[in-house]
């Protein structure tokens, strides 16, 4: 029984880092009206100060493989806190916008390094048994994580002056404690063996995580991660021929799961559903109900992923995307801006059953084995890369375009995402990742099995 808490335990911790990635990268939402007007920032000067963190996102993806495969994950995870906590208390004391930005894109770093390091020492220590609830602990953090940071700026909405302080001030306490925890996290037993080779502390820690091995099934077991750590790499270019398929696919994935607007609808909900009529207060409450929508929906998604599978909840998803965005800019136009908010809630809950379930998993399963971590990491690049670009442009399409054209250009978006679910998307549901890997490297797009 010890040895099951240590593994769930050591789960649990990592998976914190998805917590503070949901907390860090939405609470912005509730003060980037105040940093605005305090600071007295133009438009374009305002988008780059609220891009900012994921532009240290953009970043930290890129470049999180890097300190997990030569310092281990353990170590990353604990700097990964250091990062968060370091932005919490720099964004929330800073004097003017560029130390603030400096100290946003610190919190970024943190984000894109989580999406590499957690989620890959949390499959590395579950069995097999239990690595696909484990690691789905991560994603659940994320969205618990965005209801916590609207749900503290909407208590902290009307503390003063200085509530936007408070506001980004509140991810200290749990940077910290993440942080505090990290210590006593194993290391990964696969980089132990791997990349630190050393064979006794892996398999010490194999053995508390796999309490029901045999002594001859843990052997076993770290024989066969030394024999897959001895393999020679194989050179070899990633942007070729015969990925132009999975290329394709995780770029258009990643593409479509921000010309959505999700992030201008996380990031500016407040403005949004002041833009309807509402009173300050009552927008930062109704943002509430994004993260409890948003929090339902995604266990519905993640409920059905394995049973509908990956492209029945891509429909889903953009028929909901479709219809809730044509009817938002509908409202907009015909001066019934009361219906928005709840096609906002529905939009949130198309996108969490639909793109905010698949596209991580989609991500992981289109590639070879071999260029995998590329691939994941080149998806995960172009989704950062188009969030962060479009938090830039947000504040100035709201300055310069009427908020029906704005959600009427989010909703023919995800009419071209249904065409391309149609003809272009396989589904991966129930296949190998080996067959998988026979079927799209060898076809071109227009050729996938749909």
């Known amino acids: 029984?010890?040895?099951?808490?240590?593994?769930?335990?050591?789960?649990?911790?990592?998976?914190?880092?998805g917590l503070l990635f949901g907390f860090d990268t939405v609470v912005i939402s509730g003060a980037e009206q105040t940093i605005q007007s305090l600071w007295n920032l133009n438009s374009s000067l305002h988008g780059l100060a609220i891009s900012m963190a994921l532009w240290g996102t953009v970043l930290g993806s890129l470049a999180g493989g890097w300190p997990a495969e030569y310092f281990g994950r353990k170590k990353t995870l604990l700097w990964i806190g250091v990062l968060y906590l370091v932005s919490a208390v720099g964004s929330a004391l800073a004097p003017e916008v560029y130390s603030f930005m400096i100290f946003r894109f610190i919190g970024g770093l943190g984000v894109g390094i989580s999406t590499v390091a957690a989620p890959m020492f949390i499959s590395e220590i579950a069995p097999p048994a239990l690595?696909?609830?484990?690691?789905?602990?991560?994603?659940?953090?994320i969205v618990f994580g965005i209801l916590i940071a609207y749900l503290s700026n909407s208590l902290l909405g009307s503390v003063g002056e200085n509530a936007w302080r408070w506001m980004l001030a509140v991810e200290t306490a749990p940077a910290l404690l993440f942080t505090i925890f990290c210590f006593g996290l194993p290391e990964s037993p696969r980089w132990l063996i791997v990349h630190n080779k050393n064979r006794i502390a892996g398999l010490n820690v194999l053995k508390k995580v796999n309490p029901n091995f045999s002594d001859t099934e843990l052997d076993r077991l770290v024989h066969e991660i030394e024999a897959t750590g001895n393999q020679k790499k194989k050179a070899g270019t990633f942007f070729t021929k015969q990925l132009l398929t999975p290329i394709s696919l995780a770029f258009f994935i990643a593409f479509f799961n921000q010309l959505s607007g999700i992030n201008a609808v996380l990031y500016f909900a407040p403005r949004i559903f002041e833009m309807t009529g509402l009173e300050s207060q009552a927008a930062l409450l109704q943002s509430v109900g994004i993260g409890i929508?948003?929090?339902?929906?995604?266990?519905?998604?993640?409920?059905?992923?394995?049973?509908?599978?990956?492209?029945t909840l891509l429909y889903i998803g953009s028929f909901g995307y479709i219809a809730s965005l044509g009817f938002a800019s509908w409202g907009f136009a015909s001066g019934n801006p009361g219906i928005v908010p709840v096609c906002i809630f529905a939009f949130i809950a198309a996108h969490a059953v639909g793109q905010g379930a698949v596209i991580w998993v989609f991500i992981s399963e289109i590639f070879p084995n071999r260029q995998r971590s590329f691939g994941q990491s080149f998806g995960s690049f172009t989704h950062w890369f188009f969030a962060?670009?479009?938090?830039?442009?947000f504040p100035l399409m709201a300055e310069a375009l009427k908020p029906e054209i704005i959600f009427g250009l989010f909703c023919g978006m995800m009419v071209l995402q249904l065409i391309w679910v149609r003809f272009f998307v396989p589904e991966t549901k129930g296949v190998s990742l080996e067959e998988?890997?026979?079927?799209?490297?060898v076809k071109s797009l227009s050729k996938t099995e749909k």
């Open 1 to 17: 029984m010890s040895s099951r808490i240590f593994l769930y335990k050591s789960a649990i911790v990592a998976s914190l880092a």
């Open 131 to 141: 690595r696909g609830r484990l690691t789905g602990m991560f994603q659940f953090n």
């Open 293 to 311: 929508v948003n929090f339902i929906f995604t266990f519905v998604g993640l409920g059905l992923i394995d049973r509908l599978g990956r492209r």
């Open 388 to 393: 962060a670009s479009l938090t830039l442009a």
């Open 436 to 441: 998988l890997e026979k079927k799209l490297s």
